[in-house]
Each structure stands twice: as C-alpha cells, then as structure tokens.
C-alpha cells in the first residue's frame, strides 16, 4: 500500500526530521524506508511552497538543508497545482467552455483535441469537487447534467471510497497508538556502533601501540588520517568515566514517556487518551501540558524534560535570593508596614500575567521568622505587626503553652454505645472566652437529651477551678447520668484524674484541631444565655 505523508508515520518521520534528528535516524524510528522519508520531504517541501514560503524558509520549516532542494524546486508541478506532465490548463479550459456551451463530452473531447477517457476523467473529478464543496449530489448532477443512472452510481462509488476511507483512517489511528510506546523507545535508543567499525578501532589501536604514526596507522587501514585522529579522540573522551544519571522515581514523567506524549498531541489524541496509555492520570497530562508548552502552544520532550529536570534539584534558590526586583518591591511594602498578605494580593494583582513576580505570605515570614531564612535581613521583623523576631510554634514550643495536659484517655477509646446515642449519661464540655479572655463560662452538653448547662466562671478559668465548677454540675445528678465526657486538649483541664474521681464520669479528650468530634456541643454553644439549669427537668428527660 503507498504510504502517505498526513499517516502517523509520515507526521512522526516529519517531526523527528524538523527536531534536527537526520533522514536515517528519523526514517528508522518512523518504521519505513529512506526512499519514501525522500519522497515525504519532497511532498512537504512543495507543499510549504504553495503556501508562499521561500526555498529558504521551507527548508527551515522542514529542518532539512540539502542540495535536492533545487532539483525539488524545479520538478514542482505548474501554476493551479498541475503536474508536469499533466495537459495544459489551456486546453482543459477549452474544453469546460465548449461543454457549458452545450456540446456533448465527445464534442467537447474532440474539440479540445483530447482523448474520450480524458474528458470522462475531468467530468467526473468536477463532479466530486462540487460534493466536496457541499454541493448536494442532485445539484451537482443537473450542474453537469449527468444522466440520473450514472450520478448515482458515482455517488455510491463515493459513498463506499468515503467509508473505506474513514475504516482505514481508523485502523492507522489505532495502530499509531500501539506503536506509540514502540516510537518513543527507538528514539531514545542509543544505537550500538557496527562490528567493521569496532573491528577497525581496534585495529587502529594495535597499529598505535605497534609504535606507528597517526597518519601511517591511517594509510594501512586505508581510511584518512582525519578518521584516524577522530578515532583517537574518540577514545581520549571515552577514559573519562561517564557520569551516572540519577535514578528518577517513576511518579515523575521520563524522557520516554514525554516523547510519547508529543508523538500522540501531533496525532490528535485526546489527554484521556493519552493518559490511558501511558497509564497516567489526566490530570498528569494536562498539568505536563500546561506547565511546559512554549510561547506558540508547542510542547517540546526534551525541553520539558529538561526543565523539570531543572525544577527537581535540590536544594532550590530561594525566590527572593533568585529575583532581586521583586525583593526589591517586597522591602519597600515592609518598609510601608505592609503586612505578607496584602504584599502577596497586590503582586497578584499588579502582575497578574508574570509567575516570577508571584509570592505566597508565608514565604516572607519564613524569609524573616525562621531561622536560617534567606531573602530578607531580620530588620525587617520590626515592620511586621506582631513586632516578634522568631517564629513561635504553637505545638512544638513550651513557651506560653501552660500546663500540658497529662495521661489522656483519647476518643477513639471511648465506648462504641456513645455514638449511637441510645443511652444517655454521655457529656460534652467546652470552656468559652469573652473579649480579651477577661470572662469565662464552662458549657455541658448531653448527647441523647440535648440537656444544657452553663456554669459562669467570674473569677478566673484555671484547671482547678474548673474542675470545682464541673464537680458541682455534676453532683445532683444520678449515677446513670454520669457516665462519660469528651472534652478538648485545653489546659483547663489539666486536673482531669481528679474530676473522674470526684464525680465518676470517664473523662476522655477530642484530637487537636477537631471540633467535630465534639459536635454536639460546639453547635449549640450560641444558643444558650441562661446561666441557670434544672436538673430535675434534666432527669425526667433521661427516664
């Protein structure tokens, strides 16, 4: 079957010729033969002519600069598209003049000074340019008055060559896909040198070592003395150990997989379909894609290799370091005491279309709270509105942390029976802070009933007073009232062995940072303005 230029194949020896690759190389990791590679840059070229590009500018499209060039140019077909061996334009003219006159295809024919099969040739090509056109097959054949017979039987021809067409398009798109995987690892194959070639070296090597000169050494092998000190520079590069690449870890995209992604774009596949193959995510894909296109939409393997390559290495220059105009800009807002969050909004804002001008708030804090950070010289800890100088860990720091909270029984050993709610007796608690934590109250709530207590604490809200107020709340209740209580890792209850002796309630503590697993409580803390309870009213509810 004649292999075409527009076939996977052809867009895949195109691209690799056009990426500098070479005509052998490029037509090896396509799958076909040099002769049809020669004929596909031909067709190409003339091609790229006919778009109005110059000798020099298709060939710079093309990547290929060869001598052929002029004998292309010079074999193109004529004006209108015509081959040069086609019949002149002038007398097909005359004949389609002679036809719109009136005159039958074999007056036509004899008129124009051509043969019958000729004119039935050109009849029919016009009739299937007008359907290309969208012509409908009744207008074209009134157009060119076919006799009904002979439309639609050139119309069912068209019909089957459409659908033929369109199966065979599809079985090369799918055999493009299974050999995509085929392509990428022909091109990064490194090809072995030949057995003549390695025969020769050694040769040249033992001449060498025999005590004979380069060119002497040349002159027995019968090459040239250039090929001689090409073979020993060859072998001075060789004594250096080559440096080993680094493993990459397979959740990062390799060369391979990158060229397969390039291959499958030109062929018009879709990111799923891509991704399907490579057994990737679409996601990957599009963030490859979006990450590393230049500025005409290309994707390039190896540049996008590369720079991920680049963006991997560690350690990494820090931003402000790498980029002194936006340190610049950052030193003069802190200088206006500007805060890292409004530094951080207005670069987004007045740089909307520049990546390097973009800076998140906790790279500055970072640059002047921690130590060793870079970027930034620590006076500027002085513009911030805190005024600190270091960072202070919530978690990791005892400083003004208070009392820890010792021998915590966690939630998640707490009873199976409190999270169906069946039973009553189970307790959340919170402690809640007015302004400027001057006021308190501690809150109770109970899971089943809903019951509610809040306990004012005027004085102060220490673990010890705490526990008194909890010891008192509990007190008038019933032994089946009091059977567990879920609180959070507040220092207020630092004394919590002493309030599950007092009272008998198993005491058990929420993780950090999740309120929702006391829930019952948290979502009715706004709901309560009465500091008084009943709990006669509590234990009727119970029963």
């Known amino acids: 079957m004649h292999a075409r230029r527009d076939s996977a ?65 010079r074999q193109r077909p004529g004006p209108r598209g015509r081959h040069h061996l086609a019949v002149d334009a002038g007398v097909e003219d005359a004949f389609w003049r002679r036809f719109a006159g009136g005159d039958s295809i074999g007056a036509a024919t004899r008129a124009a000074g051509v043969g019958r099969s000729t004119g039935y040739r050109w009849w029919r090509a016009r009739y299937g340019k007008l359907r290309e056109q969208g012509l409908t097959a009744r207008a074209a054949a009134l157009r060119l008055r076919i006799p009904t017979p002979l439309a639609r039987q050139w119309e069912d021809q068209r019909r089957r060559a459409d659908e033929h067409a369109r199966r065979e398009r599809q079985a090369l798109l ?80 390799s060369l391979r997989e990158r060229l ?43 540049h996008a290799d590369h720079v991920a390559a680049q963006q991997r290495r560690r350690p990494r220059q820090h931003k402000l370091i790498a980029h002194p105009r936006l340190r610049t800009l950052v030193q003069r807002k802190l200088n206006r005491c500007w805060s890292p969050d409004e530094i951080s909004g207005w670069l987004r804002r007045t740089y909307p279309t520049d990546p390097t001008m973009r800076l998140c708030p906790e790279t500055i804090y970072r640059a002047l709270l921690v130590p060793g950070g870079q970027g930034l010289h620590k006076r500027y800890c002085r513009k911030l509105r805190t005024g600190r100088r270091i960072r202070k860990s919530r978690w990791l720091t005892r400083s003004g942390h208070g009392a820890a ?113 006391r829930g019952a409580n948290g979502l009715c803390q706004g709901s309560w303005t009465s500091p008084r309870v009943d709990h006669a009213a509590a234990v009727a509810a119970a029963r």
């Open 9 to 73: 194949a052809g867009i895949r020896f195109l691209a690799a010729v056009r990426e500098g690759r070479g005509l052998k190389p490029s037509a090896r990791a396509a799958g076909i033969g040099k002769e049809t590679g020669y004929r596909w840059l031909r067709e190409a070229f003339g091609a790229l002519r006919d778009e109005g590009l110059s000798v020099e500018q298709a060939a710079a499209e093309l990547g290929y600069c060869s001598p052929l060039l002029v004998d292309w140019e």
């Open 174 to 253: 799918r055999r493009a896909l299974r050999t995509s995987a085929r392509h990428a690892e022909e091109l990064t194959r490194r090809r072995a040198p030949r057995s003549d070639v390695l025969a020769r070296d050694t040769r040249y090597w033992e001449l060498m070592r025999a005590g004979l000169s380069n060119t002497a050494a040349s002159t027995i092998l019968g090459v040239h003395r250039k090929t001689g000190a090409r073979i020993r520079a060859r072998r001075h590069q060789q004594t250096a150990p080559p440096s080993r690449p680094a493993e990459r870890s397979s959740r990062y995209l």
């Open 260 to 302: 397969q992604i390039a291959d499958l774009l030109r062929l018009d596949y879709s990111i799923r379909v891509i991704a399907g193959e490579l057994g990737r995510y679409p996601s990957t894909i599009k963030r490859e894609l979006d990450r590393h296109r230049d500025e005409h939409g290309r994707y390039l393997p190896h």
């Open 405 to 517: 909270v010792r021998d915590m029984t966690m939630i998640d050993q707490r009873p199976a029976e409190v999270e169906t709610k069946q039973q009553a007796g189970h307790w959340e608690g919170d402690l809640i802070l007015g302004v400027g934590c001057a006021s308190a109250m501690m809150t109770l709530r109970e899971r089943t009933t809903q019951y509610g207590i809040v306990i004012n604490l005027p004085v102060d809200h220490t673990a010890e007073t705490v526990s008194a107020a909890a010891t008192a709340a509990f007190a008038p209740l019933p032994a089946h009232m009091k059977r567990t209580l879920t609180w959070d890792q507040g220092v207020e209850m630092a004394r919590h062995r002493e309030l599950a002796r007092a009272t008998g309630v198993a005491i058990y503590f929420a993780q950090r940072c999740s309120p929702w697993q």
